[in-house]
């Protein structure tokens, strides 16, 4: 036997469910990983209230680890029993001592990244690197804004973003998260509660606003990155903490300087095993460089996975959170 978190119906961190299961046995293609570490993150919260739809019910929960193969099923020649991986895709259940998924959805994992790191740094990093590397391949010597900048995903993009000479403007909620921000690299901060975020942009930019904000609050920001852009700029929306954004129109990028948005997802740049494997590649360069270090900040008990999902959605956490089986 072994223990997962599942949910049977969605609702609050009380409907999350820490049971005894019996580890399915990996079919063509897949393969079995004993999870070292687990990766907390915001889209596990949407399935488990059902903005996102689970496939079934129960669901177990979670995209992302990092652990052992501890069985291979038919037909998979590049993983054997042993190997260090780690993942960020594949079917939800990652929140568990033990995780079958695709074999392609599974990178190895280089012996200088530990597995708590990994486990905090797949998804978020990945999401990093196709926001800053391709949906918008940021140049040095630009100015962009990031909101949540002290979050997970924001305090690797301070670090990435300082490492390819971009100035990072980063929202924050807090003189503390401001603090963090900074010493992540972010080039000047800005506290969206006792400050306007567009005028604070205007000043620090001379004017000019910025090309392009990356916007993963959603709902509660999405007039105001529209209103940070320069004239064509792009507005990344790829998360939806306050909600998703709802009734817009259309006729309100054309008014605010002939404006793109797009909405952007890991799984529409992580589409096929190379440019998988080259994403990866990427993110653990700049992991073993020294240039991007994780903040495994917070550890939580698998069985205490409720607890976590409770402070990562009250925002009382900073850096990355892992959960450990």
């Known amino acids: 036997m072994a223990k997962r978190i599942q949910f049977a119906r969605t609702g ?5 469910e820490y049971v005894d299961v019996t580890p399915a046995e990996p079919g063509p293609g897949e393969v079995r990983v004993r999870n070292h570490a687990v990766g907390l993150n915001f889209i596990d919260i949407y399935f488990r209230t059902g903005l996102y739809p689970a496939p079934s019910l129960p669901s177990g929960l979670g995209t992302e680890g990092a652990g052992e193969i501890d069985a291979v099923g038919e037909g998979v020649t590049m993983f054997a029993p042993g190997d260090r991986v780690a993942y960020a895709q594949g079917p939800l259940g990652a929140y568990a001592e033990q995780h079958v998924l695709p074999a392609e959805k599974v990178v190895a994992l280089p012996d200088a990244i530990d597995y708590e790191t990994a486990a905090a740094a797949m998804l978020k990093g990945l999401t990093v690197q196709y926001l800053l590397r391709q949906t918008y391949r940021v140049k040095e010597g630009e100015t962009i804004l990031f909101h949540a900048a002290a979050g997970g995903v924001g305090s690797i993009a301070c670090q990435w973003a300082k490492a390819l000479g971009v100035k990072l403007i980063g929202t924050v909620g807090s003189p503390e998260k401001a603090e963090l921000a900074k010493r992540n690299g972010a080039w000047a901060t800005i506290d969206y509660i006792r400050e306007n975020v567009v005028e604070r942009v205007r000043e620090l930019t001379g004017g000019e606003m910025v090309p392009v904000v990356y916007d993963s609050v959603g709902k509660d920001t999405w007039e105001t990155s ?3 852009l320069q004239k064509r700029g792009l ?3 790829f998360g939806n ?3 998703p954004v709802e009734g817009v129109n259309i006729g309100i990028l054309n008014q605010k300087g002939a404006l793109f948005v797009t909405r952007p997802s890991l799984n529409g740049y992580a589409d096929t095993r190379e440019r998988f494997e080259a994403m990866a590649a990427e993110l653990f360069e700049v992991i073993a460089s020294g240039q991007v270090t994780i903040d495994v900040a917070n550890r939580y008990p698998l069985r205490d996975a409720a607890k976590a999902q409770e402070a990562l959605a ?3 956490t900073t850096g990355s959170t892992v959960l450990v089986p």
Do not use: F, K, W
């Open 226 to 228: 529209l209103d940070c």
């Open 314 to 316: 009250g925002r009382q």
């Open 241 to 243: 903490a306050s909600g």
């Open 12 to 16: 609050g961190p009380e409907v999350l």
């Open 235 to 237: 507005m990344v929306s």
